[in-house]
């Protein structure tokens, strides 16, 4: 029993240094030799490409409605995460009819991502649908002519990995950084 | 729907590689005919004072899988309580309250990763890398081994031995997952995943004036092993949902490959190890058949509209119920990443399954309520669907009036004890332990939605922790004293309630001479003993839950029209 219970003790703290440490670390530096970027969260002077940022006003394109994104700065990173609410919830009803409402007043016709919350409540990401269905409100808010927003929606799209993987999308950080260097 | 159909055959396609060649691959790893990195396991070994060629008794391999558990348990807890004391805490993080330490280590140490907690806020790096992401090596490990030591049991004659735990354990987690691991980890970072010690970053966009603080760590890594292993538990809360661990579609694909490929492969090395390829084709038909018909439920489910969305007036749905779902994923893929998570006993999730569809959340919980054979998780779904098998060759014995016999094994009471015994411990913990939360107002009160959803929280947590799967309707609040106990308490009788039964079985298979294959044998690698097979697994698990379910997502579907 005792020899069982050293062997126990003994195996643990091997995995502990093997997976535990050396595989991360080793990933660590390989990845931040290889892939710097990616490794450091593809983060740039306005956010990263891969976090959902709320923007507010018409003269921008919008995201997933992800309405408490979460990483406010507050001293400490929010949490992640989708609000959980079910296909039958009440409060998704009511939550979705308010959304649909502030899209109408915008003059939008609403996709079901623009009044859909995401699973991470990070979701950097639309489809082009999505921001071709805010060209009304983007085009009369900057004055850029509506033709002019699609060719920058087209320019963004992002086409499935390997022409299957997943459905186009565009960035929408990478859309609004295109669309304040048109104005 | 084209490219989706694209997405399936790439898929079947890198399974088919890894059945083949991962499958022979890990016959030789567990044959000790693969000695790569021998210069790594001969000194463990002489750290451990074992001599590999020494063979334990199914009682000794039970004795030092337990021993070294509950180690793990322990040294697990010790790392989450002491980590405000500890490095590699950028965020200063303070010590994991007790009874969430206590949930957490034993579901890491059982393979579970059911987390009551967000990684982010709660857990160090060092506690990430070092107390979790090490169980998501060697608890996959111990499962594999397992899963091997029953079968030596087959394909041995007369011998008291079943192999090694310690040699079967370090085997598994230096040979089999730390390569495959090291190599997935570079995709997932070349993606977009991030790798790093470094603390979070603060972020001012000077467009919108929007600040953020954005929480970094050493995530593309812990991702591999996570899906590889069925572990399932993420870095973040959002878990595969978090373009951080999950950046895009094709990291969404090789999470989903990833998970299935070693419970796939391992019907392989099942039947090469028994002498029988076809063998190890009959068990990997049954899984396909049933994996079929829930994926094609399920994604047809999530390509329907929302219900609650369409009643606030947006009708129009065409790219399906995207609520809770990542739009670089879509609705299909998130269904097929949720069938896969819960048919494997991963758990992990690259959207809310909690607002899934009612027939989508249908078909991820009764995926696990199966018992998580279709492939199962790492050596778990082996040898859950051998417990299966031993039973439907009973039953088939009982209608031709012969003693059963399996690979040429007699089975006989005690084996078909043993056997009913493993399968029967999982419904029991899940149906007793929701039937208690369901009456205790600790338990009623967890429930986030309203009405039959709020049940269906209770009763997935029940059956993800007792299956060890690990997924959650996440709107459930886990966090308290009474599901961080009685959640640990299902994930040990999950785990361990079946763990020994099998390797008893593994015993008393071992010792036994083998029947030569007579007119009268009922053959198992026939389409006969496939539809048997699956007759066992759905009737055993559809009678057992049927009521369940039909209080839960059954009664939502029929709900037409009713919000809660």
Not at chain 1, 141 to 158: D, H, K, M, S, W
Not at chain 2, 409 to 437: C, D, F, H, N, Y
Not at chain 2, 525 to 541: E, H, K, Q
């Amino acid at each position: 029993m005792t020899t069982e219970l050293r062997r126990g003790f003994v195996l643990c703290l091997v995995a502990l240094a093997i997976f535990g440490l050396a595989y991360p670390l080793a990933g660590t530096g390989l990845a931040q030799l290889l892939f710097p970027t990616q490794a450091n969260g593809s983060i740039g002077k306005y956010g990263s490409t891969l976090i959902g940022q709320q923007w507010s006003g018409p003269k921008w394109f919008h995201g997933r409605p992800d309405s408490d994104n979460p990483l406010k700065a507050n001293g400490r990173p929010g949490t992640s995460g989708a609000a959980n609410l079910g296909p039958r919830s009440k409060v998704l009803v009511s939550e979705t009819s308010k959304l649909i409402r502030y899209w109408r007043r915008q003059g939008v016709t609403p996709t079901s991502d623009l009044v859909t919350t995401s699973g991470s409540g990070l979701d950097p990401d639309i489809t082009p649908s999505d921001a071709i269905a805010q060209i009304p409100m983007v085009s009369s808010a900057t004055g850029i002519a509506p033709q002019r927003l699609r060719q920058l929606i087209r320019a963004q799209t992002v086409e499935p990995e390997l022409g299957f993987l997943g459905p186009a999308y565009v960035d929408v950080l990478k859309l609004n950084l295109a669309l304040a260097r048109l104005r | 729907m084209f490219h989706f159909a694209l997405t399936l055959v790439a898929l079947a396609a890198v399974l088919a590689v890894a059945w083949r060649y991962l499958g022979s691959y890990m016959a030789a790893v567990y044959g000790g005919r693969v000695k790569w990195l021998g210069f790594v396991e001969g000194p463990i070994y002489r750290l451990l004072g074992i001599d590999p060629e020494h063979e334990q008794t199914w009682q000794r391999y039970a004795g030092s899988l337990v021993v070294f558990s509950g180690i793990a348990i322990l040294l697990t807890y010790l790392l989450l309580r002491l980590q405000g004391s500890l490095p590699l805490n950028p965020q200063h993080l303070g010590a994991v309250p007790v009874a969430l330490s206590w949930n957490t280590a034993v579901s890491f140490v059982t393979n579970t990763n059911w987390q009551n907690y967000a990684g982010e806020s709660t857990m160090s790096y060092l506690s990430q890398m070092a107390a979790l992401q090490v169980q998501q090596f060697v608890s996959a490990a111990v499962g594999i081994a397992v899963a091997i030591a029953l079968v030596r049991g087959f394909s041995r004659r007369g011998q008291e031995t079943i192999g090694s735990f310690w040699v079967d354990t370090v085997r598994g987690t230096l040979y089999i997952l730390l390569p495959i691991a090291f190599l997935a980890g570079v995709v997932y970072v070349a993606q977009g995943a991030v790798q790093t010690l470094a603390g979070p970053v603060l972020i001012r966009d000077p467009l919108n004036g929007v600040t953020q603080l954005i929480p970094l760590g050493p995530v593309g890594f812990m991702e591999a092993i996570k899906q590889l292993g069925t572990n399932g538990g993420g870095f973040f809360n959002a878990n595969g949902a978090d373009p951080f661990e999950n950046p895009t579609a094709l990291t969404n694909l090789l999470s989903i490959s990833l998970l299935l490929c070693i419970p796939v492969a391992l019907t392989y090395t099942f039947g090469r190890m028994v002498g029988s390829r076809r063998q190890g084709v009959a068990l990997l038909a049954a899984m396909a058949v049933i994996f079929a018909v829930w994926t094609s439920v399920t994604a047809f489910s999530e390509s329907q509209p929302n219900p609650a969305v369409a009643a606030a007036g947006l009708t129009r749905q065409p790219t399906g119920n995207m609520e809770g779902k990542e739009v670089r994923f879509g609705a299909l893929n998130s269904a097929l990443y949720g069938v896969a998570s819960t048919q494997t006993s991963t758990g992990s999730v690259d959207a809310s399954g909690d607002s899934f569809n009612p027939m989508g959340g249908f078909g991820l919980l009764t995926g696990m309520m199966l018992g998580e054979v279709t492939p199962g998780g790492v050596g778990s779904g082996l040898y859950t669907i051998l417990l299966d098998a031993i039973v439907a060759v009973f039953v088939g014995g009982l209608m031709i009036g012969r003693t059963p016999e399996y690979l040429g094994k007699k089975i006989q009471a005690r084996e078909v004890k043993l056997a009913s015994l493993g399968v029967l411990v999982m419904p029991v913990t899940v149906l007793v332990l929701t039937g208690v939360a369901t009456v205790l107002p600790a338990g009623r009160a967890g429930a986030f939605n309203a009405g039959p959803h709020g049940f269906t929280e209770i009763l997935y947590a029940f059956t993800s922790q007792g299956n060890n799967n690990g997924s959650a309707f996440a709107g459930l609040n886990g966090n308290t004293a009474f599901y961080n106990i009685t959640g640990a308490i299902a994930m040990l009788l999950g785990r361990f309630g079946i763990i020994i039964p099998v390797l008893a079985l593994a015993g008393s298979l071992a010792a036994k001479q083998v029947v030569p294959a007579s007119a009268g044998t009922f053959r198992t690698d026939n389409l006969m003993f496939v539809i048997l097979l699956l007759g066992v697994i759905l009737i055993v698990g559809g009678l057992t839950f049927f009521p369940a379910v039909s209080l839960g997502p059954v009664v939502e579907q029929l709900s037409h029209g009713r919000f809660f």
